[in-house]
């Protein structure tokens, strides 16, 4: 077949067949151009929503969103400030926990009028290794007003209520230490800031003022455990003896107590203790 035999045969082919042929390119054509219309719009749309999603809603970068999480943070910090300035009143530190940790017993109330003042240069501050002169950073929390003037904690030992600060109405800044009754020997500690054994630094029975001290852990353990279970007696005898059990607590503060070893009693300014049979044995291996 040469190129003429083609040409004479498609010059054969009826009208009708060449129509429908038209008319079949024609369709492929026409549905292919409604494709990219439809596309084009599509994306039209999908710019525009994607522009007015960014407008509203602007994505945060790494600074942006730490900005935000500070500012929810202050946020909250500052709505807790407003409750804790609005809500329940701060602790009145005129009560302590006669129970700091394990034990049950319940809270006390302190008589402000039981702080007695110690004098400036009284060897009670030296055995107690509180600084002289006092200042005003000093000065804590008001505890309160006694009859001699305001009462503060003393700052380094806040929570400690056996020492106070007192400022006297013209100013003057002198300690005090609480001298009133401690119904158990764990309300006495408690004073002082002990919780455990481990709050003891030594202890020592002194006949006048030689004496031993121990600050053997285990035998610190086991007098402590003998000295919280004391109940007082109440008033001691006015008989002081030339016995004296000296407590050094870890926070430098120091108890001293009249030994009464024949009538069996442990004795501070306001209180008698009993002494049972396993603690006379601590303070007789003392002696």
Not at 39 to 60: D, F, H, K, M, Q
Not at 78 to 96: Q, V
Not at 162 to 176: C, F, K, M, P, S
Request: glycine share 8%; charged share 20%.
């Amino acid at each position: 077949m040469n190129p003429m035999s083609l040409l004479e045969g498609f010059g054969e082919i009826q009208d009708k067949f060449v129509e429908e042929a038209e008319n079949y390119r024609a369709k492929p054509q026409k549905l292919r151009l409604t494709r990219w219309i439809s596309a084009a719009a599509c994306l039209a749309v999908l710019a525009v929503s994607g522009a007015v999603y960014l407008r509203t809603n602007p994505i945060e970068t790494g600074d942006s969103a730490s900005n935000s999480t500070g500012s929810a943070a202050s946020a909250a910090e500052e709505e807790r400030t407003a409750d804790d300035a609005s809500g329940s009143p701060a602790p009145n530190a005129a009560f302590f926990d006669a129970s700091p940790k394990e034990y049950s017993n319940s809270s006390a109330s302190l008589d402000l009028e039981a702080y007695e003042p110690i004098a400036e240069g009284s060897s009670l501050l030296a055995e107690n290794q509180l600084p002289e002169p006092i200042t005003q950073d000093m000065l804590g929390s008001l505890i309160g007003t006694a009859g001699a003037g305001e009462l503060y904690a003393y700052a380094p030992l806040e929570s400690v209520p056996a020492v106070r600060i007192l400022e006297t109405e013209d100013g003057v800044l002198q300690y005090a230490f609480y001298t009133g009754p401690a119904s158990t020997g764990a309300e006495l500690f408690s004073l002082y800031g002990a919780a455990s054994a481990e709050d003891l630094s030594y202890v020592s029975l002194e006949d006048t003022e030689i004496g031993i001290a121990s600050s053997d852990r285990e035998l610190l353990e086991e007098f402590y455990q003998s000295f919280t279970a004391l109940e007082s007696q109440g008033t001691p005898p006015e008989e002081t003896g030339e016995q004296f059990l000296r407590i050094r607590f870890q926070n430098g503060l120091t108890v001293r107590m009249a030994y009464l070893e024949e009538e069996g009693l442990l004795c501070t300014a306001a209180d008698a203790y009993p002494v049972e049979e396993g603690l006379a044995e601590i303070l007789e291996g003392l002696s």
